[in-house]
T-cell receptor, first 116, second 115 residues
Framework: AQKVTQAQTEISVVEKEDVTLDCVYE???????LFWYKQPPSGELVFLIRRNSFDEQNEISGRYSWNFQKSTSSFNFTITASQVVDSAVYFC?????????????FGEGTQLTVNP | KAGVTQTPRYLIKTRGQQVTLSCSPI?????VSWYQQTPGQGLQFLFE???????NKGNFPGRFSGRQFSNSRSEMNVSTLELGDSALYLC??????????????FGPGTRLTVL
C-alpha cells in the first residue's frame, strides 16, 4: 500500500521567515511520482510541482524549492521569505505506476499560516 | 486555456436523495478523476475515467458512480445520500496519455451538504 505522511498539521510563521514543509512517503513501486498541491481557502487544489522517482534533482522556482531524497523517502518543500499570500493548506501526494495507476494518495495536509 | 470547471459549486440535499455532480476537463484532457475531501478522512480517490471507461476505482460503496461522455466531460452520482457524504468533491483532469505519468489539475470543487 502507498502512504504519504505530513507530520506537521499546522505551522505558523511571521512574514519573511523561511518555512519547510515535510513529506515522507511509502511505496513499493519502482516508478512513482510525487506532487505538491496548495489549497487556499477557496478550496481549489493548485498544482505546484511534480517529481519523478528517477529524477532526484532538487528544484527551485522563485521562492519555492523542493528537496527530494530517495534514501529517506522524503520530498520536502521550502518557502523562502514567506508572504501572507502563502497561507494555505499544502498537500503532498504520491502516484505509483505499478500499483495505483493514476490514483493520487494524499498526505493529511499542512496548514500554513503566515502572519504579517 | 480554461481550467477545470465543476457545477454546481454548492449543493444542499437531504438524506435518501440522490445527487449528480458535473465536471468539464481542460480542453484536450481525456482523463477525469474524482476525489472526496472531508475533515476526518482527508482527500480520497473515488474513480478515474478515460475514453468513457472507468480505469481506476477507489474504496467507496456502489452508491457512488460516475460516467464520462465522448467530449470527456464527466458526471458523478451519489444515490441514497447519507450524512457522511457531506464533503467537498473535487474533479481533476489530465492528458491521460499513460497511467500515473500525467499531472492532474483540479477544479474548484462542489461542496455537498447532506441534512
Amino acid at each position: 500500500a502507498q502512504k504519504v505522511t505530513q507530520a506537521q498539521t499546522e505551522i505558523s510563521v511571521v512574514e519573511k521567515e523561511d518555512v519547510t514543509l515535510d513529506c515522507v512517503y511509502e511505496t513499493r513501486d519502482t516508478t512513482y511520482y510525487l506532487f505538491w498541491y496548495k489549497q487556499p481557502p477557496s478550496g481549489e487544489l493548485v498544482f505546484l510541482i511534480r517529481r519523478n522517482s528517477f529524477d532526484e534533482q532538487n528544484e527551485i522556482s522563485g521562492r519555492y524549492s523542493w528537496n527530494f531524497q530517495k534514501s529517506t523517502s522524503s520530498f520536502n518543500f521550502t518557502i523562502t521569505a514567506s508572504q501572507v499570500v502563502d497561507s494555505a493548506v499544502y498537500f503532498c501526494a504520491l502516484s505509483g505506476k505499478e500499483t495505483s495507476g493514476s490514483r493520487l494518495t494524499f498526505g493529511e495536509g499542512t496548514q500554513l499560516t503566515v502572519n504579517p | 486555456k480554461a481550467g477545470v470547471t465543476q457545477t454546481p459549486r454548492y449543493l444542499i440535499k437531504t438524506r435518501g436523495q440522490q445527487v449528480t455532480l458535473s465536471c468539464s476537463p481542460i480542453s484536450g484532457h481525456r482523463s477525469v478523476s474524482w476525489y472526496q475531501q472531508t475533515p476526518g478522512q482527508g482527500l480520497q480517490f473515488l474513480f478515474e475515467y478515460f475514453s468513457e471507461t472507468q480505469r481506476n476505482k477507489g474504496n467507496f460503496p456502489g452508491r457512488f458512480s460516475g460516467r464520462q461522455f465522448s467530449n470527456s466531460r464527466s458526471e458523478m452520482n451519489v444515490s441514497t445520500l447519507e450524512l457522511g457524504d457531506s464533503a467537498l468533491y473535487l474533479c481533476a483532469s489530465s492528458l491521460g496519455r499513460a497511467s500515473s505519468t500525467d499531472t492532474q489539475y483540479f477544479g474548484p470543487g462542489t461542496r455537498l451538504t447532506v441534512l
